[in-house]
C-alpha cells in the first residue's frame, strides 16, 4: 500500500501564496503520476494538476494555468503545488493522488491512492 499525507494548507490573502506539500510512504516503488485534485464546498472534485514520474509530463487545470506549479522530488517522494496568485475561488480541500501507470489522467478514477487533504482558504 502507498500512504500519502497532505501538508502545508492554510488562510492566506488574496494574491498570496501558498506552498503544498504531499509526502508519500509505502510501497512507493508502485507509484507513477502524481496529481492535486481539489474540492470546494458543495461542488465536485476537480483536477487541478499533475505530473508524470520523470517530470516530462505536466498537466494543469485551465483556472490554474500560470498561477500554480507542479514539481516532485522522487528522492524523497514528494510532490509539490507552489500556488501563486490565489483567489478566493480556490478556496477547497486540495487531495493527493497517485497512480500505478504514469498516465497523469485528469478524471478521478484514474488514480489509485488519495490522500486525506489540506485546506486552503482565500480570503478576499
Known amino acids: 500500500q502507498v500512504q500519502l499525507v497532505e501538508s502545508g494548507g492554510g488562510l492566506v490573502q488574496a494574491g498570496g501564496s501558498l506552498r503544498l506539500s504531499c509526502a508519500a510512504s509505502?510501497?512507493?516503488?508502485?507509484?507513477?503520476?502524481m496529481c492535486w485534485f481539489r474540492q470546494a464546498p458543495g461542488a465536485e472534485r476537480e483536477f487541478v494538476s499533475g505530473i508524470s514520474w520523470r517530470g516530462v509530463t505536466t498537466r494543469y487545470a485551465d483556472s490554474v494555468k500560470g498561477r500554480f506549479t507542479i514539481s516532485r522530488d522522487n528522492a524523497k517522494n514528494m510532490v509539490y503545488l507552489q500556488m501563486n496568485s490565489l483567489k478566493p475561488e480556490d478556496t477547497a480541500v486540495y487531495s493527493c493522488a497517485a497512480d500505478t501507470k504514469n498516465l497523469v489522467q485528469t478524471t478521478q478514477n484514474g488514480y489509485d491512492y488519495w490522500g486525506q487533504g489540506t485546506q486552503v482558504t482565500v480570503s478576499s
Open positions: 509505502g510501497r512507493t516503488s508502485n507509484v507513477y503520476s
